[in-house]
Nanobody, 119 residues
Framework: QVQLVESGGGLVQAGGSLRLSCAAS????????MAWFRQAPGKEREFVAA????????FYADFVKGRFTIARDNAKNTVYLQMNSLKPEDTAVYYC????????????WGQGTQVTVSS
């Protein structure tokens, strides 16, 4: 099966930057979408960004457009989320997810990494 491991979370001041990494094992993800979701305390998990592995097309939630960038490194089977201009409301556990392109839901999930943005 697909294994996803996030890293790169931490504590940062508002306006700062973090880069999250998601290392994927098991295969080359040529037929996959990979994504980042986040879940803040007391809130539902929400979509942040996604990337189509083949070709690298990207998709973003409105609330992160212009601030976050998703990218992948094919050789490393790694997906990144570059987060700039962070706001306190970005505080959440960030999860990496993956799905094969032919299904509608993300069925592989990482363990999550905490991002905390202070005022």
């Amino acid at each position: 099966q697909v294994q996803l491991v996030e890293s790169g979370g931490g504590l940062v001041q508002a306006g700062g930057s973090l880069r999250l990494s998601c290392a994927a094992s098991g295969r080359t993800f040529s037929n996959y979408y990979m994504a980042w979701f986040r879940q803040a305390p007391g809130k539902e998990r929400e979509f942040v960004a996604a990337i189509k592995w083949s070709g690298g097309s990207t998709f973003y939630a409105d609330f992160v457009k212009g601030r976050f960038t998703i990218a992948r490194d094919n050789a490393k089977n790694t997906v990144y989320l570059q987060m700039n201009s962070l706001k306190p409301e970005d505080t959440a556990v960030y999860y990496c997810a993956a799905r094969i392109a032919t299904i509608s839901h993300y069925n592989y999930w990482g363990q999550g990494t905490q991002v905390t943005v202070s005022s």
